[in-house]
């Protein structure tokens, strides 16, 4: 398990580059916005070595179609109990 901090110093933009998207806008005005000006910063845990594996397909052989993408997130227990055990640190 990794920890990664991430220092945010006051007045830094959180998100603002990215493409407005109606769910992506909700959690940043309930989120980050509050922080806006503030000293803050961001901890979150991070599975480096997952037991389930996902997967990257070719959808078709357009080279600029999007590839079928399956995260498969969480396949294994195991995985999730190490996250939500790391939060508890």
Same mark, same amino acid.
């Given at each position: 398990? =990794? @920890?990664? !901090?991430?220092?945010?110093? %006051?007045?830094?933009?959180? !998100?603002?580059?990215?493409? %407005? ?6 959690? @940043?005005?309930? +989120?980050?916005? %509050? @922080?806006?000006?503030?000293?803050? &910063?961001? &901890? &979150?845990?991070?599975?480096? *070595?997952?037991?389930? *594996?996902?997967? +990257? *397909?070719?959808? =078709?052989?357009?080279? @600029?179609?999007?590839? !079928?993408?399956?995260f498969?997130? &969480?396949?294994?227990?195991?995985? !999730?109990?190490k +996250? +939500?055990? =790391?939060?508890?640190?």
């Amino acid at each position: 398990m =990794s @920890y990664m !901090l991430r220092i945010i110093p %006051p007045l830094t933009p959180v !998100l603002t580059d990215v493409p %407005p998207q109606p769910t992506l806008l909700h959690v @940043y005005d309930k +989120v980050y916005k %509050p @922080y806006l000006g503030k000293n803050s &910063f961001t &901890f &979150f845990p991070a599975l480096l *070595r997952p037991k389930s *594996r996902g997967t +990257v *397909r070719l959808k =078709s052989d357009d080279p @600029y179609e999007d590839p !079928l993408i399956d995260f498969n997130l &969480f396949q294994y227990e195991e995985d !999730l109990d190490k +996250v +939500v055990d =790391s939060k508890l640190v």
